[in-house]
């Protein structure tokens, strides 16, 4: 007598994600919000730190070599001050 082998059937798992909260419009528009807010902080930090070295550079041209104002620039009194 033999004996046969039950065939063998695979097993399935479905694997189920989590579930996710639900996006709403408040969530964007608090996203879009925080994102310029971000972007306007780093452009507002980025314009005060060139603008003062460029101010820094303005005042190291003024000098001449031994130190005092002037620059070797010519004014050429064209202010309503300069009459």
Do not use: C, H, N
Not at 25 to 43: E, M, T
């Amino acid at each position: 007598m033999v004996i046969q082998p039950e065939p063998v059937t695979p097993l399935i798992y479905e694997v189920v994600e989590a579930t996710t909260e639900q996006t709403t419009v408040i969530d964007v528009v608090l996203g879009a919000f925080s994102v310029v807010g971000v972007l306007g902080l780093v452009a507002v930090l980025l314009g005060v730190s060139l603008a003062g070295l460029l101010i820094g550079l303005r005042k190291l041209r003024g000098r001449d070599i031994d130190g005092t104002a002037g620059g070797g620039a010519t004014r050429l009194g064209l202010g309503a001050s300069g009459r």
